[in-house]
């Protein structure tokens, strides 16, 4: 897959970090039901990075390129969800 970083803003979590929750085999991505996210074309993906580091990244993607736009660390309650879907998986 494809990255286009010119929207990224985030720079406190390296670029190679996130690219790397982006291929975490039990990544989520969440495509919103409907509002302004829907309209914009954002989307949202949990993953960890190689260090283990829980990350949720907001992102837009024209089918052919990821374009991250901003990331974090999980919530505990993200953390769970993320973890009780890749259980779920196995």
Do not use: N
Not at 1 to 14: G, K, Q, R, V
Not at 18 to 29: A, G, I, K, Q, Y
């Amino acid at each position: 897959m494809e990255f286009e970083w010119s929207l990224y803003s985030t720079p406190e979590i390296p670029q190679a970090e996130v690219h790397e929750s982006f291929e975490d085999p039990f990544c989520l991505r969440i495509l919103p039901g409907g509002g302004p996210m829907a309209e914009h074309s954002r989307f949202l993906c949990l993953g960890k990075g190689l260090s283990g580091k829980p990350l949720f990244s907001l992102y837009s993607s024209d089918g052919h390129r990821m374009r991250p736009i901003a990331t974090r660390a999980m919530t505990e309650s993200e953390s769970y969800f993320y973890e009780r879907k890749a259980k779920e998986s196995l």
